[in-house]
């Protein structure tokens, strides 16, 4: 994954945020973190005091002022989840059919409509300003934080020192920690407004703090480049000069699926096998600048058409490994919930909560509490 705006395995930290991530929704800031779980409070560890005290000397050496230091932890601490939640990151591939299942929901493509809508005037602005498509932007922002609502209310001062304390990553997370404290110093935020993701990712369009120095906007002329504000002018602004950065080109759109209208010529791509093939250009890199997936830049392109009024796609996605298309995933999820079994929604997507809903069922059969899906399971539950 391209270390120039995020080094960490959210992979859909886009799609982490809204769900499968352990980033939480904002919040009014660090100290007012009532709702964080309470393994992402400071807890007391005295080798991360040692480490605190001699970072701070190499802070000082990077011309950090002491009363930046200062002012920046007092109150933060070791955060023991930060650690579980960097050291248990699951590596796992979603077909691409689950992705956007997930990615490009009725509600995440509603709630797209409905947000473009109110910040129109400066979307169009920012595609003028930038070259990139107002639907695009709009999109990134959908996938990062369902659209500024799980921004993440996580200290990044906090979250990057444990981070750097640790070790895993030590080196590019105090690079991440003296980068958030020069934000702090040039005055663009404050510490009890400066939060994010566990990892230190920020703002409504999720900026690791190297990647805010090289690329935040002041677009609202204030003197500050806010990306935490409840306003995501500058946010989208600086997404917007990011891609412009990395490669997008004016006028182009990224791709589109082979065949449907309007799609441009580019390579071809199919991510899942039997599924549909899409053409690219080169601004479906671009995106991929942003986070290097094939998923996540099809996810941004297919919901930016979608925002802008384009449909589904076409094609259709073959049988999974279970022999079960999405309507019969959905249908099995809808079965379970009506026995009792919550599966957490009905998406087709068969996350932990639908498998331990399998399980929960198959026990109380007398099964084998597999968690696997079947054709016989779905015929069984009528």
């Not at 591939?93 to 809508?117: N, P, Q």
């Not at 996810?299 to 999974?320: C, K």
């Amino acid at each position: 994954m391209d270390i120039t705006r995020r080094h960490f395995g959210f992979g859909l930290a886009a799609f982490g945020l809204t769900a499968c991530s352990s980033t939480v929704p904002s919040g009014s800031g660090p100290s007012g973190a009532t709702g964080l779980p309470a393994d992402l409070r400071p807890a007391p560890n005295t080798g991360y005091d040692a480490w605190v005290a001699a970072f701070r000397i190499r802070a000082e050496a990077r011309g950090i002022s002491q009363s930046t230091l200062r002012a920046a932890f007092r109150g933060a601490g070791y955060l023991p989840g930060v650690v579980k939640r960097d050291r248990n990151q699951t590596e796992f591939k979603r077909t691409l059919e689950d992705y956007l299942s997930i990615a490009v929901s009725d509600e995440r493509l509603s709630k797209g409509r409905a947000a473009f809508a109110r910040h129109q005037s400066t979307l169009r602005a920012l595609e003028r300003a930038y070259g990139v498509d107002a639907e695009i932007i709009c999109a990134i922002w959908g996938l990062e934080s369902f659209y500024g609502e799980r921004r993440g209310n996580v200290p990044v001062i906090s979250a990057t020192s444990t981070l750097a304390y640790d070790g895993r990553r030590g080196a590019f997370f105090e690079k991440q920690l003296i980068a958030a404290l020069k934000i702090l110093q040039n005055g663009d935020t404050t510490p009890a407004r400066m939060t994010g993701s566990w990892a230190g990712a920020m703002g409504h369009t999720q900026f690791i703090p190297t990647s805010y120095q090289a690329f935040a906007v002041d677009f609202t002329g204030d003197g500050r480049r806010d990306i935490w504000s409840e306003d995501p002018s500058d946010a989208l602004a600086s997404t917007a000069a990011y891609l412009q950065r990395n490669g997008w080109t004016r006028g182009q759109k990224w791709g589109g699926e082979a065949g449907a209208p309007g799609t441009p010529a580019g390579r071809t791509l199919q991510p899942q096998a039997g599924g549909p093939k899409f053409l690219v250009t080169g601004n479906f890199n671009a995106i991929k600048r942003y986070n290097n997936s094939d998923s996540y830049a099809i996810g941004v392109g297919h919901l930016a058409d979608r925002i802008a009024g384009g449909g589904p796609l076409r094609a259709s996605f073959p049988p999974d490994r279970y022999g079960l298309t999405k309507d019969d995933r959905i249908l099995l999820q809808k079965r379970l919930t009506a026995k009792g079994f919550d599966t957490g929604g009905a998406d087709g997507v068969l996350g932990p909560k639908s498998r331990a809903a399998i399980s929960g069922f198959q026990s109380s059969r007398g099964l084998p509490a597999t968690g696997d899906p079947s054709q016989a399971l779905l015929s069984s539950l009528r």
